[in-house]
């Protein structure tokens, strides 16, 4: 590693620490916006970052000059000082931008490859706990969403968010029904704001191609352009959820709150309240819990992916609630795409060809045929094995094994850095536009696996969701899956009628 890479890399570490010191003390409090986002436009958030980025680097200039003369454990103060700062600076910035700035700061909060444990921390409470808009604003959007003040609408309204995010607040309420619900309010100007984001692929990528030097940005522009969008749209939202709901109705581990829509429109989403422990609460859990939160999360994306032919790509930790015994509430549907036929037999093959029945030759075809490598590409049938088995190998044994942060980070490494020992595979990859959110199976999925440290046998949980296989329960989870399933005749069904795609 050069010197300069060297001081980067410390750079990088440097705003990790104050993650854990604003969670932990909660000793820096963000100003909270009492208007509309403050900059949505190209030009305004443009200059926001770069306000941001002058004074993050002339602060590590004058950091780097004050450690020249300092002693060893001066040095060490005076990092540690620097950290907090530069954290805390960045963390404020990207929390009251919201929009898509926001969103891929919560996105590398869970990656675990190249970002230091405080880094994430730093940014992991972008989750569920960015700075909110005032709850008279939240009122105000209300009013012209839904034509009656929140306080008139519900019989009860708490102005206080209970959860902020990149788009939106939720708000605590109780309907005049008495039924309690949350009420997910929409940033005035996010609109705006997540256009101008995307109007540079340089403002939302240039710092984390630093990070992954190999990041071609190309199909997560295209998919930030297209999903973001959708995302804007809660009536999209409601739909996404409400199938989801009614789809697993009485599930006995796994709930998704009812949306309802007499107090939903296109900027108010509001559903049944739901209750449990956040993701931070949950990593302190026994191991036993936490192996059972895991599971339930596994065979919530790839059942849904298989049977109810919907994948939920936004797996980040701020988007379950956990109660005991593996009961995991699902939230936030903004991000839902449709699976028809092709996408499901290249799956199937891929699988195929590198699990049940393992062939290099085949794995290749599979893998040229969904695209993800380019037909008679100059690298053999051994490279494409090494290259994209990796993606596979939890599944290849028959036996328990833990999803650890080596799984994850590597996972990471083969999507991102094209300078590894991948690149002569990586320069002929490529990932197909009906893949690009399924890709956050890879970024996402196991990046909230390893922070559960999650052990199973992956290989048995997969084949009871394969339907093609429809493998035997292999836990006790899977006893009370199936038994729902032959109670409710969510089975195979879904997987033999691809007509049938949801129109969303």
């Known amino acids: 590693m050069t010197r300069r890479r060297a001081w980067f890399k410390t750079a990088v570490a440097g705003t990790a620490l104050a993650g854990a010191v604003l969670v932990a003390l909660n000793a ?80 590398v909060s869970y990656l675990d490859e190249g970002l230091p444990e405080h880094l994430r921390t730093a940014l992991a409470q972008l989750q569920h706990d960015a700075p909110p808009m005032s709850g008279e604003l939240a009122a105000s959007m209300i009013e012209q969403e839904l034509h009656c003040h929140p306080d008139e609408l519900f019989a009860e309204w708490d102005p206080v968010p209970i959860a902020s995010a990149s788009i939106g607040q939720v708000h605590r309420a109780i309907t005049r029904e008495g039924v309690a619900v949350a009420v997910k309010v929409q940033y005035p100007g996010v609109g705006a704001a997540i256009e101008a984001d995307l109007g540079s692929v340089g403002l ?45 109705d009485g599930h006995p581990f796994i709930h998704i709150p009812n949306v309802l829509p007499a107090y939903s429109s296109e900027r108010v989403l509001t559903t049944e309240l739901a209750e449990g422990a956040r993701f931070a609460e949950a990593e302190t859990w026994s191991q036993e819990e936490r192996d059972l939160a895991a599971e339930t999360i596994f065979r919530f994306v790839f059942g849904s992916l298989y049977r109810l032919r919907l994948f939920n790509g936004d797996p980040h930790p701020g988007n379950y609630l956990f109660r005991s015994g593996g009961r995991v509430t699902f939230l936030d549907f903004g991000l839902v795409t449709p699976f028809g036929d092709a996408e499901l037999v ?69 999507v991102f850095d094209a300078t590894g020992p991948h690149r002569d595979v990586m320069r002929h990859a490529n990932v197909p536009p009906a893949f690009v959110i399924v890709q956050r199976i890879n970024l996402g999925l196991f990046a909230v696996l390893a922070a559960l440290g999650a052990t199973a046998n992956w290989r048995r949980l997969a084949e009871e969701l394969w339907p093609w296989v429809e493998g035997p329960p292999s836990t006790a989870l899977g006893k009370l899956e199936h038994a729902w399933r032959q109670r409710t005749g969510r089975g195979t069904a879904v997987w033999n009628h691809w007509d049938e795609t949801p129109d969303l």
Do not use: C, W
């Open 28 to 107: 820096v409090r963000r100003p909270r916006p009492s208007g509309p986002i403050p900059e949505t436009g190209f030009v305004g958030r443009n200059a926001r970052l770069a306000r941001l980025g002058a004074r993050t680097t002339g602060g590590y200039a004058v950091h780097r000059a004050r450690r020249v003369f300092a002693t060893a454990e001066r040095r060490e103060e005076l990092d540690r000082a620097h950290e907090i700062r530069s954290a805390e600076q960045v963390a404020t910035e990207l929390g009251n931008m919201k929009g898509a700035l926001m969103k891929l700061g919560q996105m």
């Open 204 to 248: 939302l990528f240039g710092g984390l191609g630093q990070v992954f030097p190999g990041l071609d940005s190309g199909p997560l522009v295209a998919e930030l352009r297209l999903r973001l969008r959708e995302e804007l749209d809660y009536t999209r939202e409601a739909r996404n959820q409400q199938r989801f709901a009614d789809y697993y």
């Open 346 to 414: 290249d799956l199937r093959a891929l699988i195929e060809s590198m699990v049940l029945n393992p062939d290099p030759i085949a794995f290749r075809h599979a893998v040229e045929q969904a695209r993800f490598l380019k037909p008679g590409a100059p690298i053999s049938d051994a490279q494409v094995v090494d290259y994209f088995g990796h993606f596979y190998e939890y599944l290849q044994d028959d036996r328990r094994s833990t999803l650890g942060h080596e799984f994850a980070s590597e996972n990471v490494r083969r």
